[in-house]
Structure formats: C-alpha cells, structure tokens
C-alpha cells in the first residue's frame, strides 16, 4: 500500500505449463487500487502462511502518472474537472448510461399507458442525462419551463471525453471516444424525433427502436470505453535479483 501496508490475496498455484492466474475478492468490495500500489510474488512454504514472511521473487506496480490515471479512472476523481462526489470517470460513463438506460424503459412504459407528457418528460431527462449540464443540447425539451436532469449533471459526454483526455495516446480510446459522441447525438435526436409525436402507437415504435440504440450502446463503445479504463490499470511483474 501508500503506507507500506501489506494483505495477503492468497497462494499463487501453478497449471501444468507454468501460467497461474490469481482472482481475489474484497469481502468489503473495496477497490485495492484505492490503497495498494504493488504487487508482490513471495517465496512462501507449500503449507501457506497467513501473511507474506518470505523472500520477494517478483515485483510490479502502479506509480506516478499511471497510478494517478487509473485512480482517477476507476476510484475517485479529487482533479480538475470536479465531479459529483468526486465520482470516477469510468464508473461515472456506467452509472450514467444506466441511468439513461432506465429512463427509456420509463418512457416506454408512459407510453403504453398514453401518458404522453410523462413519456415526453422522461424523453427529456434521457437528452440531459447524455448531455451534461454544460452542454449545448441540455436543456427543457418538453416545454414545461424546466430542464430536468435526474442524473448526475456531468454527463455520459462528459464522463467518456474526459477517460478520452487520460488515455489519448491510445488511437482506439480516442476513435471509442467519438463512437460515444455520435451514437449519443443519435439516440438524442431520437428522443426529441419521439416527443413530437401525437400518435401512441408511432410513439410507441419509435420507443423500441431507442431501447435497442441504447441496448448497442451499452455492449459496444462503453464497454469498449470501461475496458480500456480498466486496461490502464496492467503492469508487468518482474523478477526481484
């Protein structure tokens, strides 16, 4: 750890042709990375040993910029631009897709009920949820004098540019980046197309045509996007001489 703190995650048992593959799970779902900055391979006898009392044969971390990154990627952001509570940004891109995700079904379901101002009201906070409150395209959609916002007001946009801005010498991160920026625009005109309908039963066809745009947007950039976040995190272990 920071402080030089040391958790033990267990032995290391070798397959047959040498490769070993370690998972551990926090029993308190804490992110290691918000503590541990290394990672440490010891000589322990085949009995084990509650904590690491042997010789160091291998050696890897995080440091500098690339444990800064990472933190601000998948722990908490305490930088410049501030987010709501300080929220990572690429648990940030999830949480708000989600949001956004619920949102749609929302609308779908005023929809099947003929709760046309609702639907339209929720058709709104999906616009504003992907937007941003600094964004160009935030704003009242409905007509009803206020431009509501049920998630966070940082935004998809904003979440996916700024994991863009930290992982911009990666060219897939950056073409996943404007993936994001076009579908969102898409699914955007999409619920604005739907708020003008009168007609329930277009309403409602349109409404299936956006749960699977946002269904494609979900499994395709995000996930591309949160993967790369995630990959930022590998270091190599080396052999301690």
């Not at 010891?42 to 009392?53: D, I, M, R, V, Y």
């Not at 005023?110 to 101002?117: D, F, H, K, N, T």
Request: proline letters at 4%; hydrophobic letters at 40%.
């Amino acid at each position: 750890g920071d402080d030089g703190t040391i958790i033990s995650v267990g032995m290391l048992a070798l397959a047959p042709d040498g490769n070993a593959t370690l998972i551990w799970n926090s029993p308190n779902s804490e992110s290691l990375l918000s503590r541990y900055v290394r990672f440490q391979v010891t000589l322990e006898p085949e009995s084990g040993n509650a904590s690491p009392t042997g010789k160091v044969v291998f050696t890897g971390g995080l440091e500098g910029a690339a444990l800064t990154n990472a933190r601000h990627l998948l722990v908490k952001n305490d930088s410049e631009p501030a987010t709501p509570l300080n929220t990572a940004y690429a648990l940030g891109l999830l949480a708000q897709t989600d949001i956004a995700a619920q949102h749609i079904q929302n609308a779908s379901n005023a929809a099947a009920i003929g709760a046309q101002a609702e639907m339209r009201s929720h058709l709104e906070h999906i616009v504003n949820i992907f937007e941003g409150m600094g964004g160009p395209r935030f704003g009242d959609h409905d007509g009803n004098g206020s431009a509501e916002n049920p998630g966070d007001g940082f935004g998809v946009l904003g979440y996916s540019g700024q994991i863009a801005v930290i992982l911009s010498e990666q060219e897939t991160v950056v073409e996943t980046a404007a993936s994001i920026q076009a579908q969102t625009a898409a699914i955007q005109d999409k619920c604005m197309e739907i708020q003008k309908l009168e007609d329930t039963e277009a309403a409602t066809a349109q409404l299936t045509e956006l749960r699977q745009m946002i269904d494609q947007f979900k499994t395709g950039p995000v996930a591309s996007l949160y993967q790369a976040a995630q990959d930022s995190m590998r270091f190599a272990v080396t052999p301690v001489e």
